[in-house]
């Protein structure tokens, strides 16, 4: 049978009949759960429980194996010990079922032999033209077509309520967790799925697909690493096409990844900051509280990412003045600025409801806010203004006792072009049912309300696929860590701006024509780091010079570096600029290529001021980069100073990452530090480059 795509996504989570392969009929154990979860939640179509050993599992008709079925199941759920897995893939795919959902760990996870299991798994599906889901999953489970397809024991509940958000997540467990949660506030869900070791259908293809279901208006993810970054480009382009947002909750820092690293780069962008450049381009919103997962996507709904956003400010009401300080607090925290009611605004609530607001960037209401006109008038002035970029509501106690009043107002004023998002101070479940209900976007805390808020704000659309001609980069040097002067031979192929310069044999004589003044430096590859060890001379205005430099140096380094094998000496023209910055690429272990660009020197991991974007980025984009950098600002022309040449590091920004159009990644990472900023162009003064 050959393999067929079409039709999966449907199998997958709203499947017409399922077959559980190893159902059990103690009904405690966890291989009994998929069999009593779909008759206790009502599945509509048709289940056969697998088990050869019994004539009957939990009281209903067991078979002995996929081939005694009267029919193809669309989904197998295999639940077996993992040494029986393999057999039960290469049955399913035989006879033509669509996704089979693997349970047993054991595979990739546990090691090398795992692994190798793991791939033989994917064969032998493919081979069938079966996607498989696993393994290490916790199933498939949608509750819209109530179809709960899973282990997981948040279906003991006795009924959940559907929604219209997806959940993919690669801890099993999570899928529960987010699922009860969502229940107790009213958040429901269309499906939520376990995506295991995503040895075949990962969270970029499950969603990909996912983007053409009627019933799902958003995506909400739960992710411990990124694997195939290009099958989750593809989900977020389709995604955001389809107005569907996506909002991720990340763990994981990849520390053994930068212990990688030999250039500055590696160590100052990391695994974590390349992820956020991966979702903000994107447009994928990322959060840092877990409750903001949940709580963001009704804030985004109807809503689609606007760059300009970020030119407004946003507008706190409160009916409690500590409570509305918290929320200025965190917002302020998150970059975000803050403004009060308008004149105009306050002129219209005075002759409206008789209040006296205060021209302060806190519009609070205490002592008024309990009764619906006030409130109302506040917020339908404030959202129909345009001049904001969200408005928060902060209620006090009232959310709690007198949600009628408090809340009301905010449940009538959904539908405003611009959102508005609700934070109760108090537990005040009641209140958050309401905005959950009206769709309203709600939240249990001032925290996952600032996070849900910055995300909003920052949310932009996907970049641009890029169109930049591929490199010349030369022959694949795999491991080789390329000295300077090779190293910027290749910022020259592709397109930088590079320092004069001429390299000397290590025992050569000085040439007479050489322009002074000059730099010198070691060549040498086990020398990443030249200054930490005493392999760099400046401002040697003289042939004398330059030779008294070179013997102090040769000897300097017979203590700091003894093992450094000096392959020659590097002699360049002395250049000063009016400032310095350090321009970075690197293949990240998770999200792919990165370009970063930072103040230059040996203090940029110091000061960890630093803009990252995935590779590669257009001058444009690389304008905004620059921009972003605070030890840079100077460079602007700032206070007078003369302004240096932004444009031309800009360039220069986007030539190094034309290294990530290379399709093999031949280059892991790259550096040029410093490049200095001219007043008319920049130019790169050292280079370290490392092949994969």
Known sequence: MSRDDSGWIDALVRPSSVAVVGASDDPKKDSA?????????????????????????LGEKAWPSLAALPAVPDHVYIVTAAERVEEQVIEAARLGVKVATVLADGFAESGDAGAVAQRRLVERAHAGGMRLLGPNSMGAASVADRVPFTTNAAWEAESLAPGRLMALSQSGSLIGTLVSRG???????????????????????????????????????FLETVRRPERIAAFARAAHAAGKPIVAYKLGRSPEAQALAVSHTGALVGSDRAADAFFRDLGILRVDQFEALLELPALLKGRVPDPTRRTKPVAVVTTTGGGGAMAVDRLGAAGIDIAGASESLRARVRDTVGLSLKPARLIDVTLAGARYEVMKTVLDGLLDSGDYAAVVAAIGSSAQFLPER???????CAGHATPIAAAPLPQADQALAMLSTAEVAGFRTIESMADAVRAFMQWTPPRPRPTQVPPEIGPSRPGVLLGEADGLDLLDRLGMGTVARRVLAPDAEIPEDIAYPVVLKAVSADLPHKTEAGAVALGLADRASLEAAREAMRRRLATTAPTARIEGWLVQTMVRGLGEALVGYRVDPEVGPVISVAPGGIFAELYEDVAVRTAPVDPQEARAMIAEVRGLRALAGWRGREPGDLQALAQAVSALSTLALDPDHRVAEAEANPVMVLADGAVAVDALVRFA
């Open 33 to 57: 759960r998929p069999l009593r979860f779909l008759r206790k939640h009502g599945f509509p179509g048709t289940v056969w429980p697998i088990n050869p050993m019994r004539e009957t599992v």
């Open 183 to 221: 229940a107790a506030r009213g958040i429901g869900f269309h499906s939520l799925v376990s995506v295991g070791n995503e040895a075949d259908l990962d969270v970029g293809a499950i969603g990909e697909a996912a983007v053409g279901l009627d019933g799902v208006d958003a995506f909400i993810l």
């Open 406 to 412: 408090a809340v009301q107002p905010i449940v009538d």
